[in-house]
T-cell receptor
Framework: LAKTTQPISMDSYEGQEVNITCSHN???????ITWYQQFPSQGPRFIIQ???TKVTNEVASLFIPADRKSSTLSLPRVSLSDTAVYYC????????????FGDGTTLTVKP | DVKVTQSSRYLVKRTGEKVFLECVQD?????MFWYRQDPGLGLRLIYF???????EKGDIPEGYSVSREKKERFSLILESASTNQTSMYLC?????????????FGSGTRLTVV
């Protein structure tokens, strides 16, 4: 199983760009990297997913270096409503039982 | 949008009771999952299912069983509830085995065993 490590917490201010990095040193060839956002008393919500290089959607970008041992979620111009816990998930596409959530990063956005 | 509905938001049960947590998804997904979430331990996979009547153990299956009689419904069963099963339980579904296009989670059931 690919073990994932994330910072426990991060602080930012409204309008800033936030980068959250997840380390997954023993990622396997079959593994995808997915990021989720979770608000209190809700289930996690899919943000973005990638395998290598860079992926961008309407809410975030995901940067994955060539060795794939880490990944960085980038949130442009955060607002107060982006305050949440962010999880990276490294998932083996051949077997969901070999997917591992990180412990999550609590992002606090201040005014 | 895919909707995953968990039957209860909050449950309080007594030690030794048999507890059923129900989950229904409305997008014809083949794959469904049960996680529990605890402070400091993150999300841990209990069981998952790739198809009707099919189940596989996740990381922490002890004390739990599951049932998948219909494609849209995945039930988690605590055969004899214990206080260490007090937790937030999250159900998810996906159109593929690891959510290549993302898991969709329900809102969770917070279970307290007294």
């Amino acid at each position: 199983l690919a073990k994932t490590t994330q910072p426990i917490s991060m602080d930012s201010y409204e309008g800033q760009e936030v980068n959250i990095t997840c380390s997954h040193n023993n990622i396997a060839t079959n593994d995808y990297i997915t990021w989720y956002q979770q608000f209190p008393s809700q289930g996690p919500r899919f943000i973005i997913q990638g395998y290598k290089t860079k992926v961008t959607n309407e809410v975030a970008s995901l940067f994955i270096p060539a060795d794939r041992k880490s990944s960085t979620l980038s949130l442009p111009r955060v607002s107060l409503s982006d305050t949440a816990v962010y999880y990276c998930l490294v998932g083996d596409y051949t077997n969901a039982g070999k997917s591992t959530f990180g412990d999550g990063t609590t992002l606090t956005v201040k005014p | 949008d895919v909707k995953v509905t968990q039957s209860s938001r909050y449950l309080v049960k007594r030690t030794g009771e048999k507890v059923f947590l129900e989950c229904v998804q409305d997008m014809d997904h083949e794959n469904m999952f049960w996680y529990r979430q605890d402070p400091g331990l993150g999300l841990r996979l209990i069981y998952f299912s790739y198809d009707v009547k099919m189940k596989e153990k996740g990381d922490i299956p002890e004390g739990y069983s599951v049932s998948r009689e219909k494609k849209e419904r995945f039930s988690l069963i605590l055969e004899s509830a214990s206080t260490n099963q007090t937790s937030m339980y999250l159900c998810a579904s996906a159109g593929d085995r690891v959510g290549v296009y993302g898991y969709t989670f329900g809102s969770g059931t917070r279970l307290t065993v007294v």
